[in-house]
T-cell receptor, first 113, second 116 residues
Framework: DTEVTQTPKHLVMGMTNKKSLKCEQH?????MYWYKQKAKKPPELMFV???????INESVPSRFSPECPNSSLLNLHLHALQPEDSALYLC????????????FGPGTRLTVT | SQELEQSPQSLIVQEGKNLTINCTSS?????LYWYKQKYGEGLIFLMM?????EEKSHEKITAKLDEKKQQSSLHITASQPSHAGIYLC????????????????FGQGTILTVHP
């Protein structure tokens, strides 16, 4: 099973809302990632978790709060977002951060109104 | 930071034609990844290359990493409409000791259209 799942597929939220994106993998991978992708641009890394600990934060605003409850799950908590945060949010996993290809989920299309 | 340039930016071919997409790095590549993406969807892993001169194939897609490890090419033989999408090359960022952080930086992508 090389599948990474993400929910929801689409999300529309107001600037005062609090919502969460979820990501799950059952490949036994110990590294998980959040990427943000704007239209017609490549994905940009936001966070890296290694063995359930945050190892990289690419200077992401605090209105994005990641959480890794266990080795299979990764959440991204959203609060007080801006319209420019509208994008496709992609989750990925890999065996470790040291090596190995990253497997991506289908993404959550987020629209902030 | 690792800079990757892909060429061409877009490509339109007739079904059955061969095509090549290039990815050039400004720095030595320690790991080069090829992905395919349909618009608005996730990335599909195609191949990973690590050694200079390495070549890998999957079905009708072949990727190579040149000996100097600063350029990679993706070649599709006898293209089909199912090959259409955005092809992205990604490079692993490494520290001074050559250990990967797990961070991938991507080229801008090549949009491939295959006409039946």
């Amino acid at each position: 099973d090389t599948e990474v799942t993400q929910t929801p597929k689409h999300l529309v939220m107001g600037m005062t809302n609090k919502k969460s994106l979820k990501c799950e993998q059952h490949m036994g991978h110990r590294a998980m990632y959040w990427y943000k992708q704007k239209a017609k641009k490549p994905p940009e890394l936001m966070f890296v978790y290694s063995y359930e600990k945050l190892s990289i934060n690419e200077s992401v605003p605090s209105r994005f709060s990641p959480e890794c409850p266990n080795s299979s799950l990764l959440n991204l908590h959203l609060h007080a977002l801006q319209p420019e945060d509208s994008a496709l949010y992609l989750c990925a996993s890999s065996p470790t951060t040291l090596a190995g290809e990253q497997y991506f989920g289908p993404g959550t299309r987020l629209t902030v109104t | 930071s690792q800079e990757l340039e892909q060429s061409p930016q877009s490509l339109i071919v007739q079904e059955g034609k061969n095509l090549t997409i290039n990815c050039t790095s400004s720095k030595t590549l320690y790991g080069l990844y090829w992905y395919k993406q349909k618009y608005g969807e996730g990335l599909i892993f195609l191949m990973m290359l690590q050694k200079g001169g390495e070549e890998k194939s999957h079905e009708k897609i072949t990727a190579k990493l040149d000996e100097k490890k600063q350029q990679s090419s993706l070649h599709i033989t006898a293209s089909q409409p199912s090959h259409a999408g955005i092809y992205l090359c990604g490079a692993a960022r490494v520290n001074a000791g050559g250990t990967s952080y797990g961070k991938l930086t991507f080229g801008q992508g090549t949009i491939l259209t295959v006409h039946p």
